[in-house]
Each structure stands twice: as C-alpha cells, then as structure tokens.
C-alpha cells in the first residue's frame, strides 16, 4: 500500500509540473541528449544545415571544401578588411558565449577558459539552437554586440546589408535574419534563465511579431530536435498553426 502511495504521488508531482511548465509556455526538455561541446555541436550543425545558405548574408556555402567556403560573388558580399577571414565559414552563437558567459560565476572567475570546465556553460556553449553558420568576417567584426536597429550608417560588406557600430558596440542584421535572431534570444532566455536589457528585448519582441517563422526555421528546428531532443517553441508554435 505504502509503495502505491509514493507512486501515486510522484505521478501526481510529474503531472503539476507539466501543467505549470504548459501554462509558462516553457518546456521541460532532457539534459543528457545533444552534443556536449562546442566541437561537438559544430559537427552535427553542419549536417543539419548542408543545404542552406549563411545566416546573415544569405550566401550559398560550398562544404565540399573543409569547413565549408561561402560564394560571395553569388550572393553579392563584399569583404569590408579580412579577405582571408571572409572565404571561410564560422558557426556565429547568436547569443554571444560572451552574453550568457558573463552570467555565470566561471566567467569571473577566468572568462571563457575557465567556463570550459564547467559543464552548464559547455551545454549552452553547444546547444544547436543558437548555432548558425556565417561568413567568418561578419562573425569577427558582430563581436558580441547587442543586436539592434537605427538609421543611418553604411553597408560595408557589398550588398549584405549588415551593419556594425563600434562605437556604440552594436550590430543590425539583415532582415532576412531578424524572425531567427529574436526567437534564438527569446528560446535561449527560457531555457538557461539568461537576463536582457529591457531595449533588447522589446527590440527582440518587435522582431518576432514582425518577421514570421519561415519554412526553413520550421525544417532546421526538426532538424536540431532529431539530434538535440528540444525544440524552439517560439518556432515550434508557428509551424503547427501552418
């Protein structure tokens, strides 16, 4: 009797814990599948995202060549300085390792060296969620400048409409990348508790609602969940109401 009791009870906890997550509107996924490193996640992003182009500039990438080489000339980009850096792909974290790197003890203790033996920010280090595959100069130049919006300024990469401010340490994608971004913030926000200035995320929010998931948002997010065994809700949400 006494071993139906406890049963009884622990299917009651996991079914109220279920229902708060729904009605949060955050999930609660395994922590044990997907990779576990950076150089593991890298691997798997690449499978995931074999035919598709860069994230911000939306050039074709050839990954028939170690580490995949973007077209530039088919997609019009320019190199603003670092030629070199530019014929190569980089997975850029949308959220920047230095963003949820600096909300952890770790980073304080050594920056990004010494987070490398801490095994919460090596999961968020190499969720596939935040993963994108991007010209290494863009990559380079973003930093981990906040995203962000504003008149004025010069395209300096051809006709890849990214800007950068160095002054104001800050970064406009394109467009075309912007849906992507705020869903990455607002999944990563939930998952691992990270905080954002309030202006980021009601720039975040203004995203979201202005540029809807698109197709490939809906296939990568099956993708990453085959291997990581989570999904983006924000992303997730938007492809069943298709």
Known sequence: MRKKTVKRLRQLC??????????????????????????????????????????????????????????????????????????????????????????????KQ?????????????????????LQPAIGEINGDRKHYAFAEWAGGHFNYGRCQFK?????????????????????????RDRYQLSYTLEQLKTLQRWHKRYPVTKWECERDRRIAAHQGNHNSYVQQACHNR
């Open 110 to 130: 050594g920056g990004r060296s010494a987070c490398a033996q801490d095994p919460e920010f090596n999961r968020i280090e190499a969720d596939l969620h935040n």
């Open 164 to 188: 950068i401010d160095t002054i104001q340490k800050r970064a406009q994608p394109p467009e075309r990348a912007r849906g992507a971004i705020a869903r990455t913030y607002l999944y990563m």
């Open 14 to 107: 996991l079914s109220i814990s279920l229902l708060v997550a729904g009605f949060c509107g955050y999930q609660f996924y395994p922590t044990n599948q997907g990779p576990k490193t950076f150089t593991e996640a890298k691997r798997i992003a690449r499978k995931i995202h074999q035919d598709t182009v860069t994230f911000y500039c939306g050039c074709p990438i050839d990954w028939q060549i170690p580490g995949g080489r973007p077209d530039l000339a088919a997609c019009g980009y320019q190199p603003r300085q670092d030629i070199k850096r530019a014929q190569r792909i980089e997975w850029e974290h949308v959220v920047p390792a230095w963003q949820f790197g600096h909300q952890r003890t770790c980073w």
